[in-house]
């Protein structure tokens, strides 16, 4: 249990975007917490992708200001580089996944334990697991599976969750709320914060799902390493 309740309920963002200022500013506003999940070599280079129908910025965090921005809520490793881990050697593996997790504890002030998988398609298997188990400090990590369950992983290595552009959001958002329980259970949310300037989730969105989620006080909110390891 968080706090003497059995709910619980996370977010996490992935690439380490500028967009994740306003990100912050919106779960803040509604005491929310989440974990992102930074590339520490890509950290301020600019970029931009496009979907066919529109452009958006990808342009990322300034070293400088990750400190800053990400006050309140965790940093974690989403590899040096993001390359997709199954494709590397486990030296490749544990090279690009411990060096990140050194150089953000280094910008962060705090030892770095968590972690996301990057990548798309299947971005993680029981090898790379494995690798990132025995031969990194990460103590959890995430998948890009996209789950309907609040139970707590079985393997802190493969955290499921749901993401954030899944058309049956509203619905599991509304199920967890409704949700009586006398054991553990966890909404995790995710996604990439420069999603919601392509709109697969608009701002206003995301900030309705934000305000639906908060005040209630059955639920702890907190960072992923605040809920899968009790911190």
């Avoid at 509304?174 to 259970?185: I, Y």
């Avoid at 392509?198 to 605040?226: M, V």
């Amino acid at each position: 249990m968080w706090n003497g309740k059995n709910k619980a309920v996370t977010f996490s963002f992935d690439d380490g975007v500028t967009q994740d200022a306003r990100c912050v500013e919106i779960l803040n506003k509604y005491g929310l917490k989440a974990t992102f999940n930074l590339n520490s070599q890509l950290l301020g280079k600019e970029g931009k992708l496009c979907n066919g129908k529109r452009t958006v910025r990808h342009d990322k965090i300034e070293p400088n200001e990750v400190a800053k921005i990400y006050v309140g809520h965790e940093v974690a490793v989403h590899t040096l580089t993001h390359p997709l881990l199954p494709t590397l050697t486990d030296d490749e593996i544990a090279y690009q996944v411990e060096e990140d997790r050194k150089n953000l504890s280094k910008l962060c002030g705090y030892e770095v334990v968590g972690m996301a998988y990057p990548g798309g398609g299947k971005n993680c298997d029981a090898r790379v697991a494995n690798v990132v188990r025995t031969r990194t400090g990460v103590q959890y990590a995430r998948t890009n599976r996209s789950v309907y369950c609040y139970d707590l992983p079985k393997d802190l290595y493969f955290v499921d969750g749901v993401y954030y552009i899944d058309e049956r959001l509203d619905a599991v958002v509304d199920e967890f709320l409704a949700l009586k329980t006398d054991k553990p259970q966890m909404l995790y949310i995710w996604g990439h914060s420069y999603e919601m300037d392509f709109e697969f989730i608009t701002w206003e969105k995301f900030e309705e799902i934000c305000k639906k989620l908060s005040g209630k006080t059955d639920i702890f909110y907190g960072t992923n390493a605040e809920v899968l390891l009790k911190k």
